[in-house]
């Protein structure tokens, strides 16, 4: 993991970032490049702001195109149309899977990213927010996850904290 200088206080300015990261990236991939640009968009963006703070961020695109990818083929082949909150869940747990894979060896506990994921594309698809919003929704709810995790395991690895 890169490491930047260590610090306990909330990273507010990465929360921001992310937050208009992930905004941006749903509504590019939205407008412009259809279901699975979607997931390339956001791999983009949100790997913008993660460059600085994990090696080999740039994996981050591709798994976020293969979550997002994964997740809609489940939704597509295997649920029923008439159920509404599932396809949401299967599509947030499937990109926190394959974003986990990312963060696993880099991040303190990043097993929680996936349920995190679930819960925030669930929520934000809901339709509560507004279309427009969905991506800044999930932003918020996983870029305060994502800032913990990371300044967590900053300090953690820094202090030489051995526990899991």
Known sequence: MKSTQLSRKFDWFFWVQWIFASLLGWIIGSLFFGDLG???ALGILQWLILRTRLSNAWLWIIMTAIGWGF???IILLVLPPHISVVPNIMLGLSIGFFQWLVLRKQVYQAWWWILVNGFAWAFSLLGYWGIIFVGGSV?????????LMVRYSDIRNTSNFHGD
């Open 71 to 73: 997740g809609s083929l």
């Open 139 to 147: 932003g918020l709810l996983t870029g305060i996850t994502l800032e």
């Open 38 to 40: 979607v997931g390339i």
